[in-house]
């Protein structure tokens, strides 16, 4: 996607990896349906003061209007595209399909997927190993761990959680802040309780008719989840495109945007399961749907003042807010890719040769499924309760994989050579913006100061992992 300086696209990516694809869809369908409405069943109330809640003490009040007083024509409209569920080739092939990025080939699968995503500025977050729903914190933690370990994402870049099937309780809030998690991403919002993100201290605004709403969580971010009310007011929640007919979908998403848009601004949310947006022998083209999907991005980005964030950058900007005329100038908003020149196993084609870490992944085999990774193959396949079996490669020995630390980023990280290539803030970063045409006002400007400014489609992924682990046993 082509992009002018005032839009940004980021996406964020969680993947799942599920099980078959027949129960991919059955799990899709049912994280996609529609939501209750009505935030306050049962006569309670949401107190909060943002007197002595403040972003300063990691404390953010629920509101419908933009952080810091902002005026909504100097807030930005950040829209975040989140794709949930397992990270297989061919969806991958959609997901950047929607990002309109081509992408050469797709000949890895699994970890190097993941790690490949990761690598091209989108976030990966966290949904599981099995893809249950009310999930124990093993669920929880084995994932990170596997995305650790797998596909050499730093453990604190990991910070965001979806619930399989929205099934979350006051337990599965309480696990994320104990583990380290920054936000939490899986309340819905109808347009009356349409928030912005807001933690926890004074309990859970969203969502109060599954009895969660007194939890107190301090510091725990929500990202409520936006939904789009369908012809009938029903909110749809993920893959609206489900909903309808491409132009009523179309209709129904525009109209929700602009009560965003045109009112306070809160962030616009598109959640896709990318398995419906995949073509399969004997299952209807899904291209009409795909189609409409990306001409209603489009027809949003080109919009002024529109930034496509993944979930890390919204949170950073809401901790501190700044006018949409200043978004520019944040580093955490900048695309950049390192510069290196020579292949290392970090997810990118170093050299420019095409390729992305040839001949340089490891082939993990066990039984029917294999999985590709820049790191060790674990010796026995992965379970919930061992999700990182030991290897069989003794540390020091030839072949052997060494593990990202914490101090190093994943596109920095040569894991044969047990080196971080960056180590200081000099590193050499190259510009992957590209300048976005567009006929709004906004993007008049675009050509003459892109260079500048760094935009990109990015996007966050929730990953539940275990699904695909079955598929392996
Ligand atoms: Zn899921």
């Known amino acids: ?166 099934n979350f309780t006051s337990s599965t809030l309480n696990s994320l802040k104990k583990l380290g998690f920054t936000y939490d991403s899986s309340a819905s919002a109808i347009p009356d309780d349409a928030y912005w993100p807001y933690t926890l201290d004074h309990g859970m605004a969203n969502n109060c008719w599954s009895g969660i709403c007194d939890i107190q969580i301090p510091g725990l971010w929500e990202i409520p989840m936006y939904a789009v009310p369908d012809a009938t007011g029903i909110p749809q929640l993920m893959d609206v495109y489900m909903a309808g007919s491409p132009e009523d979908v179309s209709k129904w998403s525009t109209a929700a945007f602009d009560n965003h848009y045109n009112g306070g601004r809160q962030p616009f949310g598109i959640y896709i399961h990318p398995t419906h947006l995949t073509a399969y022998p004997g299952l209807p083209d899904p291209k009409p749907k795909l189609d409409g999907l990306i001409s209603f991005i489009k027809s949003i980005a080109s919009k002024q003042d529109v930034w496509f964030v993944t979930n890390q950058q919204l949170l950073q900007w809401m901790k501190n807010p700044v006018k949409v005329s200043e978004l520019k100038d944040q580093d955490y908003l900048k695309c950049q890719q390192p510069v290196i020149n020579k292949e290392i196993c970090n997810g990118l084609d170093d050299n420019g040769n095409g390729q992305i870490d040839e001949e340089l992944t490891n082939n993990c085999n066990f039984g029917a499924t294999t999985f590709k990774t820049c790191f060790n193959c674990p010796g026995t396949a992965p379970t919930l309760d061992n999700p990182t079996p030991a290897s069989s490669v003794q540390n020091g020995t030839a072949g052997y994989r060494y593990p990202i630390p914490d101090n190093c980023d994943t596109q920095w990280w040569d894991p044969v050579q047990n080196t971080c290539l960056c180590t200081s803030s000099d590193c050499q970063y190259k510009d992957t913006a590209l300048p976005f045409s567009t006929t709004g006002s906004g993007g008049k400007d675009g050509s003459e100061s892109s260079a500048s400014v760094s935009s990109i489609a990015q996007s966050t992924a929730y990953i539940a992992l275990a699904t695909s682990m079955y598929a392996w046993l």
């Open 1 to 166: 996607m082509r992009i002018s300086p005032h839009h940004l696209f980021t996406t964020e990516i969680t993947f799942t990896l599920i099980l078959f694809l027949l129960k991919d869809t059955v799990i899709a369908q049912q994280e996609g349906a529609s939501v209750s409405s009505g935030s306050n069943v049962g006569g309670k109330s949401y107190n909060c003061d943002p007197n002595t809640c403040q972003v300063s003490k990691d404390c953010l009040c629920a509101s419908k209007n933009p952080p810091n007083n902002l005026l909504p024509q100097d807030t930005p409209q950040f829209v975040t595209i989140t794709f949930d569920d397992s990270v297989q080739p061919t969806l991958i092939e959609t997901a950047y399909d929607l990002l309109n990025v081509t992408f050469a080939s797709m000949q890895y699968t699994d970890f190097s997927l993941v790690q490949e995503w990761y690598s091209a500025g989108h976030e990966v977050a966290d949904h599981t190993f099995t893809h249950v729903g009310n999930p124990s914190e093993s669920e929880i933690t084995s994932c990170r761990t596997m995305l650790n370990s797998y596909s050499g994402i730093p453990n604190g870049k990991i910070q965001g959680f979806r619930a399989p099937f929205l």
